[in-house]
């Protein structure tokens, strides 16, 4: 079946800061990678994406490689702001009907 | 922002009564989604939709319904709400649900069932 696995939070991290959450997933056929970012009180919202393996998805700074050979989106930013304080989610869709899986979520708080 | 907006955006209910959540596009997306969230389980999928009257199930759907009569709206129904129902209900779209498609997700509805 198909499932995603994320890095357990809460992360912590000081400003400028370099992050990485670590996102790995088991899947069936080909599907796409996503991270999703939540802020307090509002829906999600797509950060980026990658389709197929070795694409690198980019966005605000922050940058996922589909790994097929490992099985892994692992999220990067190279210098976090306050700003970027959220929840981030992994996800794999592609199946019938385009169902996503998601992973449980990873809390980063960034302090000044 | 796609347009998505769901109704009501919080609700407290008591159990055993029944409950209608809205979700409505304006987007004219085929796929329609409903997942809830809950602490330590992320996001998961409840029922969804290819398109007017056409519905299936998701991994959680026990204990829920759902409906689609135009493009734009599909209804989550709970018929007689239980406490485990409690939860964040969000409601997604997208274009043609082919692999690599975005969903693209409504603000939520916080629901508390006493």
């Known amino acids: 079946g198909n499932s995603v696995t994320q890095m357990e939070g809460p992360v912590t991290l000081s400003e400028e800061a370099f992050l990485t959450i670590n996102c790995t997933y088991t899947?069936?056929?080909?599907?796409?990678l996503f991270w999703y970012v939540q802020y307090p009180g509002e829906g999600l919202q797509l950060l980026l994406k990658?389709?197929?393996?070795?694409d690198k998805g980019s966005n605000k700074g922050f940058e996922a490689t589909y790994r097929k050979e490992t099985t892994s989106f692992h999220l990067e930013k190279g210098s976090v702001q306050v700003s970027d304080s959220a929840v981030y989610f992994c996800?794999?869709?592609?199946?019938?009907?385009?169902?996503?899986?998601f992973g449980t979520g990873t809390s980063l708080t960034v302090i000044p | 922002d796609a347009g998505i907006t769901q109704s009501p955006r919080h609700k407290v209910t008591e159990t055993g009564t029944p409950v209608t959540l809205r979700c409505h596009q304006t987007e004219n997306h085929r796929y329609m989604y409903w997942y809830r969230q809950d602490p330590g389980h992320g996001l998961r999928l409840i029922h969804y939709?290819?398109?007017?009257?056409?519905?299936d199930k998701g991994e959680v759907s026990d204990g829920y319904s759902v409906s689609r009569s135009k493009t734009e709206d599909f209804l989550l129904t709970l018929e007689s709400a239980t406490s485990s129902q409690t939860s964040v209900y969000f409601c997604a779209i997208s274009d043609s649900g082919g692999a690599g498609d975005t969903q693209y997700f409504g603000p939520g509805t916080r629901l508390t069932v006493l």
């Open positions: 996800a794999l869709g592609g199946n019938t009907g385009n169902q996503f899986y």
């Open positions: 990658a389709t197929k393996a070795d």
């Open positions: 899947a069936t056929g080909y599907p796409s």
């Open positions: 939709s290819y398109g007017v009257k056409d519905t």
